[in-house]
């Protein structure tokens, strides 16, 4: 018996390093908290893309929309911790532990993050029919309006929410939140004109910022977008006073094999570095973020900190 364990505990590194070398075997699920068409949806299909090249027996995205992305969340804390069901994280993530009051999971505790994907700026877009053509017609209009002016997000707790809640708090705008299950379903009502108003994110904004049938007012990025120079910073201007951007990346079930945690981020790390996937990106203004797994823990510990102090200063809650 000693002898037998003797042999394990020396022969476990390389039972180790196999389990490393033969992963994945069989496909990999990216579960995604919004509907296929919108920014992190076309921007995860884009790295799937690459990483079915070295990940050879499949990538799965899966599209699970809903409550703010908790659907998502709950769905993958539930999940085997064997690296075969991810959750592609994004800006809610972050935001929820303060914006709601429970939640069937722990954020902190049910998650290990890997890598970060991509950060992005987003946008406040109007209506081609709206009365005003600037930033000001806009504070002007939501300020003297009788009625609540109604805009639209991609969903409750996503940065859009939040980042127009600030303006509302700040500029004592007289603003009406409409949640939808993601960007892509909200342009599209954007661009029907049944609302006026949305901040967007940019890979949902770009193919339709020189339609004539929306008007970019101001950006939430630290720079200015490469799409639109010529529109200002909410920080530029004063308004804000930290990067608003959102963001995508990819956390794990808890309890995951750290070994496995690293060759995904790896990975990862790899195919963001591939130009088809570089140029899909910059052609939506989406900004690739390849992160060690290190990197990333510490950018969400700084996401939940300035999330949370928005949410109190806002006064927002979960629609």
Not at 20 to 35: C, G, M, R, S, Y
Not at 143 to 159: F, I, Q, R
Not at 185 to 195: E, F, S
Request: hydrophobic share 45%.
């Amino acid at each position: 018996m000693k002898f037998l364990t003797a042999f394990l505990i020396l022969m476990s590194p390389i039972f180790g390093a196999w389990s490393q070398t033969d992963f994945p075997n069989k496909p990999i699920t990216l579960v995604v908290a919004t509907p296929a068409g919108g920014a992190t949806d076309k921007t995860v299909r884009l790295l799937a893309k690459q990483l079915q090249l070295k990940w050879k027996n499949g990538v799965v995205v899966e599209n699970r929309a809903g409550a703010s992305g908790n659907i998502a969340s709950a769905y993958v804390a539930k999940a085997n911790p064997d690296g075969y069901t991810l959750l592609v994280s994004a800006g809610p993530f972050a935001i929820n532990p303060s914006l709601f009051k429970t939640l069937p999971f722990d954020t902190k505790k049910d998650f290990v993050p890997i890598a970060q994907i991509s950060s992005f700026a987003s946008v406040l877009l109007v209506h081609e029919s709206f009365p005003g053509k600037t930033l000001n017609d806009f504070i002007a209009t939501a300020k003297n309006s009788k009625e609540p002016l109604a805009y639209a997000s991609a969903g409750s707790g996503t940065a859009q929410h939040l980042g127009v809640e600030l303006l509302k708090s700040k500029l004592k705008l007289n603003l009406n939140h409409i949640p939808y299950k993601g960007g892509a379903p909200a342009m599209n009502d954007l661009l029907a004109g049944h609302v006026k108003v949305m901040l967007a994110g940019m890979g949902d904004a770009s193919p339709h910022l020189n339609s004539g049938r929306v008007l970019p007012l101001v950006t939430t990025g630290k720079t200015r977008s490469a799409l639109l120079p010529n529109i200002p910073t909410l920080q530029e201007l004063g308004i804000l006073d930290f990067d608003a951007s959102g963001w995508c990346g990819l956390h794990a079930p808890a309890g995951t094999p750290a070994e496995l945690i690293n060759k995904i981020n790896q990975d990862v790390m790899a195919a963001l570095a591939d130009p088809a996937v570089r140029q899909g990106m910059a052609a939506m203004d989406v900004e690739p973020r390849p992160t060690s797994v290190q990197e990333f823990r510490q950018f969400m510990d700084s996401q939940f900190v300035k999330w949370k102090e928005a949410v109190e200063f806002s006064g927002a809650k979960a629609d």
